[in-house]
C-alpha cells in the first residue's frame, strides 16, 4: 500500500470527478493509497485542509506558510505550535526557503523559516521542507534550529547529492515526486540511487508535477505509484518492497 506524503487535496483539479474530492480520494485508495498528507501552504486556508483532514481517517494535515506566501498571516512559532495541537496535524510545514521565486525577500524568508524550524523543536513534530536555489542557507538554518529528534523531510527534492547528505546527517527523510521520472532528471535519479531506502519517502505535490505518463496533466495522490516504480527501478526492488519501506517511514516519521 502507498502513501502519498505530500499533496494538496484543498487544490485539486476535480473536473474529471465531476467535481467531487470524494470520487478523486476513492480513486487513489482503489489503486492502493492508504494514507495521505494534506500539507498546508497559508493559513488562509488552513481550515479547508483541516476540514479535509477530519472527515477521513486515512487523511493527515500540516501547519505552515509556504516560502513564496507573501501576503496573510506570517505567524510565529508560538502560534504554530498552537495550531499544531489538532489530533490530525502530524507535520509543521511546508516551509523552506526559495530564492528561484523570492530573490528580493531573503532576509523575511529566513525568518520565517527559522519560526516553523522553533515550532518543530518545540512541538516535537517533524517539519516539511521546501528549498529551492537556497541550499548553503537552508542547510545553515536546519543545522541551527532543527531538532534532530523529530527532525523532518525535504520534500519534492531536487537538489545535489551533496545537500541531500548535509539533511541525512541532521536525521531528516528525503522526498521524491514525479520529477524522478522526468526525461531531463537524470541527476536527479543519481541522487535517488544515492539515498538510503529506509530514509526516502514518495509523493505527488499534487496537483503540481505529474509524473510520466501524466505529465503536463494535474496530478492527484492516485500517481503517486509512478513514483514507487521509478524508484524500484533505480534501487532494484520490488514495486512492493517500495511501497511497504515508504509506507513504513511515512509512520516512523510522522507517527501515524
Known amino acids: 500500500m502507498f502513501v502519498d506524503s505530500h499533496c494538496h487535496l484543498d487544490r485539486l483539479n476535480l473536473k474529471h470527478y ?14 492502493g493509497v492508504s494514507k495521505m498528507l494534506c500539507v498546508c501552504i497559508d493559513l ?6 483541516m476540514q479535509i483532514a ?9 501547519v505552515g506558510v509556504h516560502p513564496s ?3 496573510g498571516e506570517d505567524p510565529d512559532a508560538q502560534r504554530l505550535v498552537t495550531l499544531s495541537r489538532h489530533e490530525k496535524v502530524v507535520a509543521i510545514g511546508e516551509t523552506g526557503l526559495d530564492y528561484f521565486y523570492g530573490k528580493d525577500n531573503k532576509s523575511a524568508q529566513k525568518a520565517r523559516f527559522t519560526e516553523h524550524l522553533k515550532a ?4 516535537k ?7 529551492r536555489d537556497a541550499r548553503e542557507d537552508t542547510i545553515d538554518l536546519m543545522s541551527q534550529y532543527a531538532d534532530k529528534q523529530s527532525a523532518g523531510v525535504m520534500h519534492c527534492f531536487t537538489e545535489t547529492k551533496e545537500m541531500a547528505e548535509a539533511a541525512l546527517a541532521l536525521n531528516f527523510y528525503i522526498s521524491f515526486s514525479g520529477i524522478i521520472t522526468f526525461k531531463n532528471a537524470d541527476d536527479l535519479r543519481e541522487v535517488v540511487k544515492y539515498v538510503p531506502i529506509e530514509r526516502l519517502l514518495i509523493e505527488t505535490d499534487s496537483p503540481y508535477l505529474a509524473p510520466v505518463p501524466y505529465r503536463g496533466k494535474s496530478n492527484e495522490p492516485a500517481y503517486v505509484s509512478e513514483v514507487a516504480k521509478q524508484v524500484a527501478s533505480l534501487k532494484g526492488l520490488s514495486v512492493e518492497d517500495v511501497a511497504r519501506i515508504t ?8 507517527g501515524v
Open 18 to 31: 465531476e467535481g467531487s474530492l470524494d470520487l478523486a480520494l476513492a480513486k487513489a485508495r482503489e489503486v
Open 44 to 49: 488562509e486556508h488552513l481550515d479547508d485542509v
Open 54 to 62: 477530519e472527515a477521513h481517517p486515512d487523511i493527515y494535515a500540516s
Open 69 to 71: 506566501h507573501n501576503d
Open 120 to 123: 518543530g523543536s518545540i512541538s
Open 125 to 131: 513534530k517533524p517539519v516539511i521542507i521546501h528549498t
Open 247 to 254: 509506507s513504513d517511514n511515512f509512520t516512523n516519521l510522522f
